[in-house]
């Protein structure tokens, strides 16, 4: 296998130029100041040399000379500030852009994306690589790029000075390219290295941070703290690996760089000894090998940063170029407002990370429009399956689901979601005010009708009582709130979008026995004249849907009303029996009878599984 050329090193910063392009006037003005700026520093070598040639020479017009070298200084600052200034702009709005690009691409991403890949991964991303980034458009590649200039021109004008000794620099040279291109590489393989712990360790906190309660109720702080050590140790010591690299490159660098200078100083002195140089050339031959020495040292300095900075973009780039599966059609069809309701034709999904396991196998349902349809069955059974279908989060590997007659998959993504309401018994509360969280179901909502809708979530009377109401702050994930508070905010927030289609997954499980009489009652005033599914482990709540439909193992074993399903399913009878008491139980028994006699043996697994999946009343 081939190492990589320098330019194959850096390549994926030329991903850049797309972010850069719209700021090519500023990048070329700073280009220009970068130029003047380094012609003005090869300059002053020039003007001390004349200083003291002529001037202490001649003892006339010394103040010509210093008031010359002044102005070469005055136009150095000034170049040198401007640079700084457009450069350091182009690294912020780079790097902002590059985070708002990254940021909207994620974001539009399908959960699909998400199974494979942690947040805390994402949040490095944006964090860690993208400062990087800033560093090196903002500052080292401006001073690469004039390092660069110095060295090549501090080498010009050494051999215009002195050409035998430049000679010898030349020679000492190569011993510094070698150490250059060896570390190089490791600090390169290092970086990489070091910023996948940091994602690791930001993986790791955001996971338990968001669980801090689960942590602690099983009193694992401990455990959790011994983890984050054990990864923020194996950051460090990839980090001072990278660190030691680079020191030792530096070092290595500096040495051969001085040691081969002072030898060459040394011959030039015994040249002016000789009469073979003047003071002024020396001079002058003295600050351009300091000049070209730094030049040389700071390039070896950037070159570990562009190295880091082109791993970093190389694994932004690496967001940027993962496509969703899920993805709008070139041409949208319009979503009907009217039609047949929502159909499912032969539908099979499995869940990529699981591609063996069907959720759902072979499942046709068809819920007619302004019909209430309750989804019931073992967990796993595929309830929730069935809703990121509708929604299209996932499209499945085989059958068709439609809603008025049009294929999801034909439709605009975000005009189908715009088109359902969800409620899910995981609620989602965003850090802000209550009636920010409730208007996100429809932005453009006025106040009258957010408290409308809170109204008829029973979520209005705790709202009003909070320190400033409406506008009380509801904390990270609604932490201020109890669990049937927030799921009410939920409720009010798919209320105020007024959508066609509710999609309610147990969205009264964490309710009061009082809260829940008065979230039914509203769910089923806002499910009046639209189409609803709703998941429901606790039965109660679902008796007087328009059809029960029964799953399991990812297919449909039964449907009817509640009456007809007591008689004709064991599955939904034993569920009934766990949650209503004798009565069902007595038809659970009636059931399992008929279906072929008492064998406890043979339905243990599936009692065990209802009665996990059951949440009695």
């Known amino acids: 296998m081939t190492k990589p050329t320098l330019l194959q090193r850096l390549a994926p910063l030329s991903g850049l130029l797309p ?110 690589d993208t400062t990087l980034v800033q560093a090196v458009v903002g500052s080292s590649l401006s001073l690469g790029l004039r390092n660069v200039l110095l060295m090549l021109g501090g080498l010009v004008m050494l051999a215009v000075t002195s050409a035998s000794l430049t000679g010898y620099i030349l020679v000492t040279l190569a011993l510094v390219v070698l150490p250059i291109m060896i570390y190089g590489r490791r600090v390169r393989a290092l970086s990489r290295a070091s910023q996948d712990r940091i994602a690791d360790s930001s993986a790791l906190a955001g996971e338990t941070l968001n669980a801090v309660q689960t942590v602690q109720a099983f009193v694992q702080e401990g455990h959790e703290q011994r983890r984050f050590d054990d990864s923020v140790e194996r950051s460090f010591g990839t980090a001072l690996a990278r660190v030691r690299a680079r020191s030792q490159l530096t070092a290595i660098v500096i040495l051969l760089v001085f040691g081969a200078i002072v030898f060459v100083l040394w011959l030039g002195a015994q040249a002016v000894l000789a009469g073979q140089m003047s003071s002024g050339q020396l001079a002058q031959f003295i600050l351009y090998a300091v000049v070209t020495a730094g030049a040389i040292g700071a390039v070896a300095e950037v070159w570990g940063e562009l190295q880091r900075a082109a791993g970093a973009t190389e694994r932004l780039l690496a967001l940027l170029a993962h496509r969703s ?87 605009d993504p975000a005009a189908l979601r715009r088109h359902v309401g969800i409620v899910l018994q995981d609620t989602v509360i ?160 009636l059931v399992a009878g008929a279906a072929g006699g008492d064998n406890p043996a043979s339905s243990e697994q599936e009692q065990d599984t209802a009665c996990r999946s059951a949440k009695p009343e």
């Open 19 to 128: 972010f850069l392009r719209p700021y090519r006037g500023r990048f070329a003005l700073a280009g220009l100041a970068l130029l003047v700026a380094a012609g003005a520093t090869l300059l002053l070598p020039v003007a001390f040399r004349y200083l003291i040639d002529h001037a202490f020479a001649q003892r006339a017009a010394v103040d010509g000379y210093f008031l010359a070298l002044f102005g070469v200084a005055a136009v150095l600052a000034l170049f040198t500030a401007l640079r700084f200034y457009l450069v350091s702009w182009l690294g912020e709005r780079v790097t902002a852009d590059l985070r708002r690009a990254v940021y909207r691409h994620v974001i539009a991403m399908s959960p699909e994306y998400f199974e494979t890949l942690q947040t805390g991964e994402v949040l490095s991303r944006l964090t860690t």
């Open 325 to 411: 599966p899920v993805t709008p059609p070139a041409a949208p069809q319009p979503l009907p407002a009217t039609g047949e309701g929502i159909r499912l034709q032969g539908v099979r999904f499995a869940y990529p990370s699981r591609p063996g396991l069907p959720s759902l196998d072979d499942v046709s349902l068809w819920v007619k429009p302004g019909e209430q349809v309750a989804l019931v069955g073992p967990s796993g059974a595929g309830k929730s399956t069935l809703f990121q279908l509708l929604l299209r989060f996932y499209d499945p590997q085989v059958g068709r689901i439609s809603i008025n007659g049009a294929a999801v998959s034909e439709l």
């Open 430 to 589: 965003f850090a802000a005010s209550a009636l920010e969280n409730i208007r996100y179901g429809r932005p453009e909502a006025t106040d009258a009708e957010v408290i409308a809708a809170a109204r008829a979530a029973a979520a209005h009377d705790f709202i009003e009582k909070l320190p400033q109401g409406y506008h009380s702050f509801l904390g990270e994930r609604g932490v201020r709130l109890s669990g049937g508070q927030r799921q009410r905010i939920a409720i009010a927030r798919a209320i105020l979008k007024n959508p066609p289609i509710l999609l309610l997954d147990e969205a009264t499980s964490a309710l009061d026995a009082e809260s829940e009489r008065l979230v039914q009652a509203a769910l089923e005033r806002a499910a009046a004249n639209r189409t609803t599914l709703v998941i429901a482990h606790r039965l109660a709540t679902v008796k007087q849907a328009d059809r029960i439909v029964v799953l399991d193992a990812g297919r449909i074993v039964a449907e009817g009303r509640h009456d007809e399903l007591l008689a004709s399913s064991p599955l939904y009878a034993r569920l009934a029996a766990l949650q209503f008491g004798a009565a069902s139980e007595h038809a659970a028994n």
